[in-house]
């Protein structure tokens, strides 16, 4: 298990679009691992190859259901609207209200370069829109309606 450094919103990095993935290498093997170690490590739902200061286009999704990695993601489709708090793994302790379609369809490579489509509501399609704007060098700051607040997890026992 190799953890990859969080990068937080300040970086340069966080602002640049991502380039493509065009085959799967021992590389990006490792990279889709570390990335899936580092996310369930800091207790996220999704990490993006930025995020740990890598510029490509790969996203890590685990919404409670098992985990999805999407390789050159794009959204085919949206429909709904849902309004929620939102936080980023690249923004610790901190969150903010954030208007995102409740259905999201998205077309992306798997880990085996095969196309695939994904589907998903409520929270797997906040994800997917969140990770996949961290591609294009956006982040969920910029849509916050308000104000960003802290937020505190209690410890598990």
């Known amino acids: ?3 990859r450094t969080i990068r937080v919103q300040g970086d340069s990095v ?5 380039r493509t993935v065009d085959k799967m290498t021992p590389r990006i093997g490792e990279l889709i691992t570390d990335m899936l170690d580092t996310m369930y490590d800091a207790m996220g739902v999704g990490l993006a190859a930025p995020q740990v200061g890598i510029l490509k286009r ?3 999704i685990d919404v409670g259901e098992g985990p ?3 390789i050159n993601p794009e959204i085919l489709e949206t429909s709904g609207e849902q309004t929620g708090d939102e936080g980023c793994l690249s923004v610790p302790g901190m969150a903010g209200q954030v208007t995102r379609p409740n259905y999201v369809k998205v077309k992306a490579l798997d880990v085996n370069m095969d196309e695939q489509i994904y589907e998903g509501e409520g929270l797997l399609a906040r994800a997917f ?5 961290h ?3 956006k982040m969920y700051t910029e849509l916050v309606e308000g104000e960003l607040h802290k937020v505190t997890y209690d410890e598990e026992d």
């Open 1 to 3: 298990m190799a953890l």
């Open 14 to 18: 966080l602002t640049k679009k991502s």
């Open 129 to 133: 829109c969140h990770e996949i704007d």
């Open 58 to 60: 790969i996203v890590v």
């Open 135 to 137: 591609l294009d060098g």
């Open 68 to 70: 999805i990695v999407l």
